[in-house]
């Protein structure tokens, strides 16, 4: 047998680039979460340069913590996550079962479906908060302007004129405006990832044991039961993991958010912390160690059960 | 075939129109934008113009002047294709130890290099900024290639092991008996074996960088701003240009949807770590 140790010491690049990459900037991260960093002020220039002699020890976080937009962002962060989380699961369920019988033009049916995900984030949400979601211009406010027009004209036709007469004038909906934008991202991204959790739900149903559904098609187990007792089982781990990925995922959310909610007050985490790396950097840097500690929660679980699976 | 006979005809067509009408739906931001990018700034507003009008070119034939859209094509294909070629260069030795020399620590390196992918990019958004511009690197092809080839290097070598591990230990046993050099062996026998993996680690790979939106946007300026960037730049036209946009948007989108396609099965695998099969 040939000697063992080069061929291990082929994993210390990857491993070394990797370390560089995770350990340098988190460690600046943490360290200038305990010091008063700011890249303007006037009134106190010393404090513009990172230095241990502005130690604010947990002082940015209580800043943070203190800070309303802070939980804010929070809220919104988990808002947007979990509303994703059960619109993908839901649909993607739903769609992975209907689709997973052969029928006419499964293939092209699949090609449809999948092509949302392979579309950057950006240009997914111009297109929807412009063309589609628009109160005037987007399809949104041609449907509604259109139906509208629809029943001014109904109002004045004879007999059924009196019905329509009590509908009332349709709104469009503003999806920029501070309490909406966070649906618009909602709407947007679910329409991205819904095809990822389909993609994995049908790739898992196809490893489904047929024999013991045939054995329960025999036993007289309808269609509801089949899904109840043996698909949504079968779902259990792929549901896991679909949502521990998307989690992960969304937390970090970025693009959806910088063009669909610019300045309008809908924050979430990691917006946030680019708002305050505009000046106060103590206060990102200890957004972002906090950022983290949410992510890890997420991944802890994720990993472990990746981990499983790993050396079989 | 028992299944397919208890099914009524009329529960299977109604079951494959259900499918196509989904698929429809689903397909339909992306067709609309294919259909405003025909349409003259004008006509992308009009009502009247909604699904019959005249179809012109003049969006994709002025996108060089609108949004110099080559410049920001060429930076997202140059930053795409080194990044992907560096993770490969620095991903396939990696994965080869991993998968033919394991150590009891491969699987404890395996989940670290994944927990680094779970990291929140914006945690560190100030000290990357503060890096890179305090070495002259900001806005430059390097960083971002560097940036790119880092954040995927885990899923990488994630999806090359998988693929890595299906090949028997036997064959590269016995190139070593041959007297190869570990060199010889990932280039004469490992690489010919797991070409289909690798390629489509590749193409994976490709798609992730080409579609990033985080880094790309935040540490560019003008030299090295990719699509990602000039879309993001133009995320309010206000309805004057919708045309024009959805001309820019397709062709930035439009060839990465296609890779998409020839992928799907690699996706899951790339995506859930190997986790579902």
Redesign the interface.
């Known amino acids: 047998?040939?000697d063992?140790r080069?061929?291990?010491?082929?994993?210390t690049?990857?491993?070394i680039?990797?370390l560089i990459?995770?350990l340098?900037?988190?460690g600046?991260?943490l360290y200038?979460s305990f010091i008063r960093y700011v890249l303007n002020s006037l009134r106190r220039p010393e404090w513009t340069s990172p230095s241990l002699s502005n130690w604010r020890g947990f002082g940015n976080y209580e800043f943070v913590l203190n800070n309303k937009d802070f939980f804010f962002a929070i809220q919104n962060s988990l808002l947007i996550v979990c509303s994703i989380l059960f619109a993908t699961v839901i649909l993607g369920v739903a769609?992975a079962v209907?689709?997973n019988?052969a029928?006419?033009?499964?293939g092209?049916?699949?090609?449809?479906?999948?092509?949302?995900?392979?579309?950057?984030?950006?240009?997914n949400?111009?297109?929807?908060?412009?063309?589609?979601l628009?109160p005037?211009?987007g399809?949104q406010g041609?449907a509604v302007?259109?139906i509208n027009e629809f029943i001014d004209g109904m109002r004045a036709a004879p007999v059924v004129g009196g019905f329509f007469s009590l509908w009332p004038e349709l709104e469009p909906i503003s999806f920029r405006a501070t309490q909406t934008s966070a649906w618009a991202v909602i709407i947007m991204v679910t329409?991205q990832w819904?095809?990822?959790a389909v993609?994995?739900f049908m790739?898992?149903l196809q490893?489904e044991d047929q024999q013991q559904?045939?054995a329960a098609?025999l036993d007289g187990a309808g269609a509801w039961s089949q899904f109840r007792f043996l698909i949504l089982p079968h779902l259990g781990?792929?549901i896991a993991?679909v949502v521990m990925?998307q989690a992960?995922f969304h937390?970090?959310l970025?693009?959806e958010i910088?063009?669909v909610s610019?300045g309008n007050g809908n924050k979430n985490?990691?917006?946030l912390?680019?708002e305050f790396?505009n000046n106060n950097?103590g206060a990102?840097?200890a957004t972002?160690?906090f950022?983290?500690i949410?992510?890890?929660i997420?991944?802890i679980f994720?990993?472990r059960?990746?981990?499983k699976?790993?050396?079989e | 075939m028992a299944i397919v006979a208890q099914s009524s005809k009329a529960g299977r067509v109604s079951r494959a129109t259900l499918a196509w009408i989904v698929g429809l739906l689903f397909f339909f931001p992306i067709f609309w934008m294919i259909l405003t990018s025909f349409k003259t700034d004008a006509d992308a507003v009009k009502p009247e113009f909604l699904i019959f009008f005249q179809p012109t070119l003049e969006n994709y034939l002025n996108m060089t002047e609108n949004y110099d859209y080559w410049r920001f094509a060429r930076n997202s294909m140059i930053t795409s294709v080194f990044a992907t070629i560096f993770a490969l260069a620095v991903g396939i030795p990696c994965a080869y130890a991993m998968a033919f020399n394991p150590s009891r620590a491969t699987k404890d390196v395996l989940m670290w290099m994944l927990s680094t992918k779970m990291l929140p990019a914006a945690a560190v958004l100030y000290p990357m900024t503060f890096l890179t511009k305090s070495l002259g690197l900001f806005d430059t092809h390097f960083l971002i290639i560097v940036v790119l080839m880092l954040i995927n290097l885990p899923v990488v070598v994630w999806m090359l092991f998988t693929y890595f591990k299906e090949i028997p230990k036997e064959i590269i046993e016995a190139g070593q008996m041959d007297g190869v050099n570990t060199w010889g062996e990932i280039k004469e026998i490992l690489i010919p074996l797991a070409w289909g993996g690798i390629a489509s680690t590749a193409l994976l790979c490709f798609i992730f960088c080409w579609n990033e939106a985080y880094w790309t946007v935040r540490l560019t300026t003008t030299d090295a701003a990719t699509l990602s960037k000039l879309i993001e730049g133009n995320r309010a036209p206000e309805g004057l240009f919708f045309g024009r946009l959805s001309a820019v948007s397709a062709a930035a989108v439009g060839p990465i949807v296609v890779l998409g396609w020839f992928c799907q099965k690699q996706l899951v695998q790339g995506l859930t770590f190997g986790a579902v099969k």
């Open positions: 047998m040939s063992r080069l061929p291990r010491l082929l994993q690049p990857a491993v680039l990797l990459w995770m340098i900037p988190l600046m991260t200038f769609i209907l689709i019988k029928f006419a033009g499964r092209i049916v699949r090609v449809l479906l999948i092509s949302p995900f392979f579309v950057m984030p950006a240009v949400a111009v297109l929807w908060i412009n063309m589609i628009d005037v211009l399809l041609i302007a259109g329409w819904t095809p990822f993609l994995i790739t898992s490893s559904k045939e098609i781990r792929p993991i990925i992960i937390l970090s970025y693009a910088e063009i610019r985490l990691p917006y912390i680019g790396a950097i990102a840097s972002g160690i950022a983290v949410l992510a890890n997420v991944a994720l990993l059960m990746i981990g699976t790993l050396m």
